[in-house]
């Protein structure tokens, strides 16, 4: 099963998932400022990309300033958290496919899995 992790107001987020769509891919599509994932799900999104919970983070975000996030002291838990507590802060869009997954920047990077 496919999954794309989408907000639908990102420019970005609407493009991938159309170029997905030319390529007959329809995802299960998760709008995760509504539903955000839970620690669990990012962990597991964390290991399919093979990236650290920094490097999933929007840190131009208000929220990331405010609550500190930069400070490299905090652990991957503390920052799994805060992207849990607030999925704005999730990169997106990230689209996955079995045990790998992809963030859509460039959207071209969806076709990777294809």
Do not use: W
């Amino acid at each position: 099963m496919d999954t794309y992790f989408h907000n639908p107001r990102c420019t970005k987020s609407r493009g991938a998932l159309a170029l997905l769509a030319e390529h007959g891919v329809e995802p299960d599509v998760v709008a995760y400022l509504d539903t955000p994932p839970s620690t669990d799900d990012l962990r597991g999104l964390l290991r399919k990309l093979g990236l650290p919970a920094r490097e999933l983070m929007r840190s131009g975000e208000d929220v990331y300033k405010q609550l500190g996030l930069a400070d490299p002291s905090l652990s991957e838990d503390a920052l799994i958290e805060a992207m849990h507590r607030h999925p704005i802060l999730i990169e997106r869009p990230i689209f996955v496919r079995g045990d790998r997954a992809v963030i859509g920047r460039p959207i071209e990077n969806v076709l990777q899995l294809l």
